[in-house]
């Protein structure tokens, strides 16, 4: 038993010298002095040795305790000074000129798009409104003159959350609330010129152009005079100067139950240059932005006196801008979270689609 616990020594001794690191020492602790560890078996075997010589033999154990021990404690300070001594040469090493190799964030293509036409209309007097993405049947539909049951729900397949509320399916749902914060500013003769940007939901087949997650911009305008020529003069505006050129649209009759007259606001493809393709399936126009002047029962349910105020409102589909203003022939890759794809548009690096290709 006492030639044991020598050997025990020599064999942590041998073993010491060769521990380099930090974990290598926690494994010495645990192979000498862990539960099943050499010291443990030692002193299980202390019952066989003969009554005379236990204690001895106890006592030399121990002192094989106590030497492996305070060694562990020793060589492991010695490791961590070491270690932390590399880190510092390490840290002094490093070259504050060396070029930074870490990528940088980029700004979502949708984003881009969105603060290029908050700042367009911004500069025609418009404010830019915030509103929640869950709303409620109201104003989704009640207020924009859909009753319950009325066909025109159809048009939209709604998330509804067991809360009652829903997910908005369209950015006319904050309609009711913008035209009631700013009645009382109407009244005094300010007219109400107001842009909400948001997130929509519906419960879509998704392909190249649909998505079930996408953005719209609304746009209102509301005053004593205000006319059809008005709602062209600020879509014209504002399709020149995102694309920076003239673009072909269209106008077409089209049926909204919170506008009368209603109408389509279509754009040629500029993925195909109006030749048909899958962006547009195959028709060569892209539906972008429906408008309208705002349908009496609308401005009734905000307060505003039908007889006396006259607006328009337009529902911009803010992805599909994106789609045509970037080129991007599928509208899948926005939500893909395929960051290199995403962060290859910035506002510098922008160019017509016809003269950068294609994003797909
Ligand atoms: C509406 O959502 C109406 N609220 C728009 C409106 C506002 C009309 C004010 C009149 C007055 P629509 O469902 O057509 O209409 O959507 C408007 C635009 O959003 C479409 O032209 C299209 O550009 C875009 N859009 C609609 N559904 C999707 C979809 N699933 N994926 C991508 N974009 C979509």
Known sequence: MLEKAEELTGLFKN???????????????V???????????????????????????????????????????KRLAEIKEFEEKMIVEQAEAYDESMPVTTDFGSYHPI???????????????????????????YNCFEALNIPKHHPARDMQDTFYLSSGQLLKTHTSAAQNTILRKYKSSLEKGNPI????????????KIDACHENTFFQMEGIMVDKDISISNLIYFMKTMLSEVFQKDVTVRLRPGFFPFVEPGFELDIQCLICGGEGCSSCKNS?????CPCGMIHPNVLMAAGIDPEEYIGFAFGLGLT?????????????????????????????????????????
């Not at 984003?111 to 049947?137: A, H, P, Q």
């Open 320 to 360: 599909r801008l994106a789609m045509m203003r970037y080129g991007v022939g599928d509208i899948r890759m926005f939500n893909s979270g395929n960051l290199k794809a995403l962060s290859q548009f910035t506002d510098k690096s922008f160019k017509k689609p016809e003269d950068e290709g294609r994003h797909n």
């Open 111 to 137: 984003t881009l798009v969105k603060n290029e036409c908050e700042n367009i209309f911004r500069s025609m007097g418009f404010t830019v409104e915030d509103y929640s993405e869950i709303t409620d049947d």
């Open 284 to 288: 060569g126009w892209l539906e972008l």
């Open 15 to 29: 073993k010491a010298e060769q521990a380099k690191k930090s974990a290598d020492i926690e494994k010495l602790r």
């Open 193 to 204: 010129r107001a842009i909400f940007p948001g997130r929509c939901f519906r419960n879509e």
């Open 31 to 73: 192979e000498f002095l862990g539960k099943k560890g050499h010291l443990s078996s030692l002193m299980q075997e202390l019952r066989n040795v003969p009554n005379d010589q236990k204690k001895e033999a106890g006592q030399k154990i121990n002192d094989a305790k106590q030497f492996i021990e305070n060694a562990i404690a």
